[in-house]
């Protein structure tokens, strides 16, 4: 057991233990259960859950959120649209963004997953002053996937 000040009592009866919280007008908390013998501490449980409420909103407020963006593109994509798509990617990434981008194979395409490769490495190329590949091309079902980082300044 813990008394109020932080102070280690050591092993101490409940009924005891009860009563010196209620002399000092405090909560018997049952800090750890799961150790052996039991962890409690006297205090103020209102209080407790208060700063427990606060601290995690504070790690809240440290936390980053990573979004993953979506691009689509198929094989047979002229130069002009990735160059379009390409940009887009280059925003996503400017805002810290992760982008998913994906070559679409329909029909007999799926014969010809090479020239997916090659879309996915221009892309690469067009993108790569703003980002870098977290997970290189592979393939997922009918879809080629590759994973785009922002770069750390």
Do not use: W
Not at 17 to 29: I, Q, T, W
Not at 34 to 51: E, F, M, Q, R
Not at 97 to 118: A, M, N, P, Q
Not at 139 to 152: D, H, V
């Amino acid at each position: 057991m813990i008394d109020a000040e932080g102070n280690q009592v050591g092993v101490v009866p409940i009924s005891r233990a009860l009563s010196m919280a209620e002399e000092k007008k405090l909560d018997l908390v049952n800090v750890s259960p799961n150790a052996n013998p039991p962890v409690c501490k006297i205090l103020d449980y209102g209080k407790y859950k208060y700063d427990a409420l606060k601290k995690e909103k504070e790690s809240k407020k440290k936390q980053k959120v990573i979004n993953v963006k979506e691009i689509r593109l198929t094989p047979s994509i002229d130069k002009h649209d990735i160059e379009v798509k390409a940009k887009h990617a280059n925003t996503f990434l400017k805002n810290g963004d992760k982008v998913k981008v994906s070559v679409r194979f329909r029909g007999r395409e799926l014969g010809h997953t090479e020239i997916g490769k090659i879309v996915l490495d221009k892309f690469k190329e067009l993108t790569e002053e703003n980002g870098t590949v977290e997970k290189d091309s592979m393939m997922e079902g009918r879809n080629m996937i590759m994973f785009l980082l922002p770069k750390q300044d």
